[in-house]
């Protein structure tokens, strides 16, 4: 296991520059999507820009922080394909939730 | 560690050639496998009674606990069931079955069958038990995390027991346990029973995490020399498959506990809507009770497969073994379990047709459940396929294998009528689908694990189990179970509800009463003949023929250990160094029948031997 | 392509197809441990996705209005409402822990002891002052009179899912900061360097730990992201 640790640290001591530069990223990061409610935006653009700096900051962090970047495929395709079921079930809740809300306002309001 | 390292790695740097076909570059040497990757594993040996066999970190003695305490809690779901068939069968013959009671059986009867005897014996189990064996480990890499895990089980199996005994009794709610009525008070058990089976089910899931962590890694970083991922045994493919799913399906079960729990405890209103109960308006309201079946059904059917692709794989190795015949497609199978196992999460919402989900859904639903028919349906032909002009051996284990086929067959089909929308909605809520779901999940998978403890138990114990009693077990089982389901099939189609405590005069009476007395009677007999089973364990701990080494001329590595049955460490000084696939029966040219996994090529050198 | 030495293997998919393909371990080179963190997490990211997926179905089916979170969110500065600032502050704190917790396992691997020491005691502190300020937006909140089972700002939900969420979420920096301070007294011990045996489970300890618990760290920090944008965002 030794020799991992040795290219892990050789990797490591080019890169305290790299940390810092992620560290420092992720505030700018955390910054514009606190802005994003500071100038309160709405609609679409404040949705997509949350969600732009939310996926580049987990980017980030899972890349450089969690050594993904420099981890092997067979272990990064493990990690991420089941990130689809996730988002089958997210993409099916989210129609499920149109459902529900169309069918209380039927019933609650409108009268079914 | 590292000096060590170093000392295997530096040798081979200089070398470095194209190894891959073994034949080509500068290593001639047919027998060439690679070298140690990793350091040997530094085992803790147990010392005193405490830690050799109740606090112990051998995966052999967890998988034995889990073993014990799954059948225990699989007896109670046993005498549960017999209870409930009674009930239906000769109504008001049982003096203190109330509708309530019925309920109650039925909800824990299902929920110990399906989590905490299936799941945690195959993967508890068999996987503990087979998991280093199979793949040429010592041990599971964190023995300290396993024994862990097996006790959190026994504390969850202990909760559940325990709901048995408070006020109230065990929920009543079907194993299902969909709110908002799990948690009101018209159904039994809602009080303290409720909250404890959820306490009992987050325990296992906690429980279950620690060894299911235990079991992929050990499999993915622990294999021994030369045992790559494509010379695994299938038993280990769908050990290996069901756990990873386990990992990704528990946490919606995990979150869905937690939030009912919360909506008992603190009357938060995840899953409850508005309600008005006797009268009085409660504080719930704005929840999502298909939210709930949602979550459940994320991981219940992904659960299923938990139990099904472990069957599909041990069944595959004792078909094969016992036919003398290599497994056709192996290949196929492997991908096939990974297939259905990746499937699997995209088919959950085909359990909620009739719940009032968005309408769409069915559409999406029936079409990803009939794909998933299509790698079953291959792994079906490849052990038939197998079975077809092979030298079978028509012992006990071959006898349950078969039944196991036939079953699986059956109840597979009927699954693919339940899969589509039109056809499931007035078979809904049928015993129709009490024999589906008893046939696939139930009686196949117990067809396996009986065939299961037949071939291995020379292994465990060093004895052979009796052959005579075997086959009456069997016929008792297979026959016995076949005229519980196949009956039921017939009810459905005429309409009688499951879940119901009696039928008092509705139309169906007439039609079905001679058919329920029928299929008590048939469950009690089947109940009845597992004694005989267990008759066979215990006398054959003692009087069993010695069974020696590998009595079944298998190829794998479990049976190549340096004493039978294993000890701690599983081989002896060296681990084994593994050089082909363990199907090399029957191989042309070769003196023997049976080619195990450690033969290195030299010694076969005139085999016509399947390149893995 | 070579298939006896862990240096010079292929990369890329010609990389997992070769590793997938051979003996012994499918992720060359890695600790059992790191990989076991690895799935445990992913089985955790399940976990939190179930959360924010509930959350989700319950928030866009409410037809009770839900709260405005810039607001409910907002702490007076003087009298100056500043929207969200607790949880800007405490984004910040958590953002800072996992850079030092990041920094911690580098110099654990250059064997940097007295180094990875400090920052891994600095992220621990970290951790507990993003504990400590998630006390302190609890009680502000129980005591505006949201609760798990009612709200006065509008849909019933969102003292649920707000209280279940970030306590969960809260319960694994609790946990993270327990092991922070178990680590960084075995750090400062040495015993990371001696190799001496876990208490518990009687294995050797290594560096490697440091990013396995690194490995823990920066996901609960991941989680945050999600939950900042979701919960307080949104």
């Known amino acids: ?112 | 560690m590292s000096d060590e390292y170093n000392k295997q790695n530096t040798p081979i740097e200089a070398q470095s050639s194209e190894t891959m076909s073994g034949s080509s570059g500068s290593t001639t040497d047919i027998d060439y496998v690679r070298p140690a990757e990793l350091p040997e594993q530094d085992l803790y040996h147990g010392h005193s009674f405490i830690t050799k066999w109740i606090f112990c970190q051998d995966a052999k003695v967890i998988g034995i606990q889990y073993f014990l305490t799954a059948v225990f809690t699989g007896i109670v779901g046993l005498i549960l069931s017999w209870l409930m068939r009674l009930q239906l069968g000769f109504p008001d013959l049982v003096p203190f079955m109330t509708a309530e009671h019925y309920y109650q059986f039925v909800t824990m009867h299902g929920m110990i069958m399906v989590v905490y005897f299936l799941t945690a014996l195959f993967l508890g189990g068999f996987g503990n038990y087979l998991i280093p064996l199979m793949v040429g480990a010592r041990d599971m890499v964190f023995p300290y995390v396993n024994m862990v895990s097996f006790w959190m089980f026994f504390i969850a199996v202990c909760v559940l027991m325990a709901s048995f005994f408070v006020p109230g009794g065990p929920t009543g709610a079907g194993w299902t346990l969909y709110p908002p009525q799990a948690i009101l008070p018209g159904s039994p058990g809602s009080g303290m029973g409720i909250v404890l089976m959820l306490i009992s089910l987050s325990l296992f899931v906690i429980g279950f995490t620690m060894g299911g962590l235990n079991y992929l890694i050990t499999i993915l970083q622990a294999r021994t020399r030369g045992m790559t991922l494509m010379r695994m045994p299938l038993t280990i493919w769908g050990i290996f498959t069901a756990t990873a799913l386990a990992m990704l399906a528990f946490p919606a079960l995990l979150v869905s506990c937690i939030m009912m729990t919360l909506d008992k405890l603190l009357e938060t209103s995840f899953f409850m809507p508005a309600i008005v109960q006797a009268g009085e308006v409660l504080d719930y309201g704005g929840g999502s009770p298909v939210l709930f079946q949602h979550l459940f059904w994320f991981f219940g059917h992904p659960e299923v497969y938990i139990v099904a692709l472990p069957a599909f794989g041990i069944v595959s190795d004792l078909i094969s073994v016992h036919a003398r015949k290599n497994i056709f497609g192996y290949r196929m199978m492997v991908w096939a379990i990974v297939g259905i196992g990746a499937l699997s999460f995209f088919v959950w919402a085909h359990h909620m047709y009739v719940s009032g989900m968005n309408p769409w859904f069915g559409f999406f639903f029936a079409t990803t459940t009939l794909i998933i028919a299509v790698p079953t349906a291959l792994k079906v032909y490849n052990w038939i396929i197998t079975l077809f002009r092979a030298n079978i051996r028509m012992n006990t284990v071959m006898l349950f294998c078969l039944g196991f086929i036939v079953t699986f067959v059956n109840g597979g089909i009927t699954g693919i009528f339940l899969g589509n929308v039109a056809v499931d909605i007035p078979l809904s809520d049928t015993y129709f689908v009490i024999a589906h779901f008893h046939m696939v999940m139930g009686i196949a998978p117990l067809m396996v694990i009986m065939g299961a403890v037949y071939h291995w138990f020379p292994l465990v114990t060093g004895r052979m189990l009796s052959e005579k009693l075997g086959k009456w077990h069997f016929w008792f089982t297979f026959l016995g179970a076949y005229s519980i389901y196949f009956p039921m099939h017939y009810l459905g189609f005429i309409g009688v509800p499951r879940r119901y405590f009696e039928m008092y005069d509705s139309p169906y009476v007439t039609s079905a009463t001679g058919m329920n007395e029928f299929i008590t009677v048939a469950a009690l007999i089947v109940g009845a003949s597992q004694f005989i089973f267990i008759y066979n364990i215990v006398t054959s701990l003692r009087l069993g023929k010695p069974a020696g080494k590998n009595p079944w001329k298998a190829n794998s590595l479990e049976w190549l250990t340096s004493e039978v049955p294993p000890v701690h460490g599983n081989f002896g000084e060296k681990l084994p160094v593994v050089h082909r696939w363990p199907y090399d029966f029957n191989v042309p040219g070769a003196k023997e029948d049976y080619i195990t996994q450690t033969t290195p090529p030299s010694e076969v050198i005139n085999a016509e031997v399947e390149k893995t | ?234």
């Open chain 1, 1 to 112: 296991m030794d020799e991992t640790q040795n290219k892990e640290q050789a990797n490591s001591t080019h890169k305290i520059g790299i940390y810092l530069w992620i560290w420092g990223l992720l505030f700018v990061l955390s910054f514009f999507s606190y802005m994003v409610d500071w100038f309160a935006f709405q609609g679409l653009l404040r949705w997509s820009l949350i969600l732009v700096f939310m996926f580049l900051k987990a980017g980030l962090i899972m890349a450089f922080f969690m050594h993904l970047f420099w981890e092997r495929y067979a272990l990064v395709n493990v990690l991420l394909w089941p990130m689809t079921a996730i988002a089958c079930f997210i993409a099916l809740m989210a129609a499920e939730a149109q459902y529900t809300v169309f069918t209380r306002l039927l019933y609650f309001f409108i009268g079914g």
């Open chain 3, 1 to 234: 392509m070579s298939d006896n030495t862990l240096n010079n293997l292929p990369d890329g998919f010609k990389g997992m197809s070769h590793d997938m393909s051979s003996d012994q371990t499918a992720f060359k080179g890695v600790q059992w441990g790191k990989v076991m963190m690895w799935i445990f997490l992913l089985s955790d990211t399940f976990i939190f996705s179930c959360f924010l997926i509930s959350y989700m179905k319950g928030r866009a089916s409410t037809v009770v209005d839900w709260p405005n979170t810039s607001q409910v969110f907002s702490l007076h500065v003087g009298d100056v409402p500043v929207p969200l600032l607790l949880i800007a502050i405490m984004t910040f704190v958590l953002i800072t822990s996992s850079g030092t917790m990041a920094l911690a396992v580098k110099f654990g691997y250059e064997k940097n002891r007295k180094m990875c020491a400090w920052l891994i005691l600095a992220t621990a502190i970290g951790g507990l002052t993003f504990v400590g300020m998630q006390a302190f937006e609890w009680s502000k909140l129980i005591h505006e009179g949201v609760r798990p089972w009612e709200n006065p700002f509008g849909a019933k939900q969102f003292g649920s899912f707000f209280f279940m969420i970030t306590g969960f979420h809260g319960t694994h920096v609790s946990i993270g900061v327990i092991f922070l301070f178990i680590f960084a007294r075995k750090t400062f011990r040495g015993d990371f360097d001696t190799g001496k045996r876990g208490y518990f489970t009687t294995m050797k300890s290594n560096y490697v730990a440091i990013e396995i618990l690194g490995l823990y760290w920066h996901f609960v920090d991941l989680v945050w992201v999600f939950i900042f944008a979701f919960f307080y965002l949104w």
